[in-house]
């Protein structure tokens, strides 16, 4: 680390730099579809549900299954995220902060 950094500086937040950059929203968005996506596969995994069995839970296609869990696809309802919820046995939980 240089002495050259002021002291404070790297306390700067990486939210701060995305609102600065004017990408906050987006990136946040994009993160946590990342996250239910890659939360709904591990409770897949951990129940040794597969993909057709899902698909069947949720009374759809393996396709929309597919896309569901893309984490790039944002096209997501929260009725969607719900039912997979609580497909799994989990229930989905959203708050603003």
Known sequence: ??????????????EDFLKEQGTYEETTE???KRVLAFQL?????????GKAEMAKRLHTSRSQLDRLLDPEYQGV????????ANAVGRTLRLELV
């Not at 596969?41 to 549900?49: F, H, P």
């Not at 309802?77 to 997979?84: C, E, F, I, K, S």
Request: overall charge negative.
């Open 30 to 32: 994009h993160a946590i």
């Open 1 to 14: 680390m240089s002495k050259d950094i002021e002291r404070g500086s790297l306390g700067d937040s990486f």
């Open 77 to 84: 309802t929260l009725a969607v995220l719900t039912r997979a």
């Open 41 to 49: 596969e591990q409770a897949m995994k951990e129940q040794n549900i």
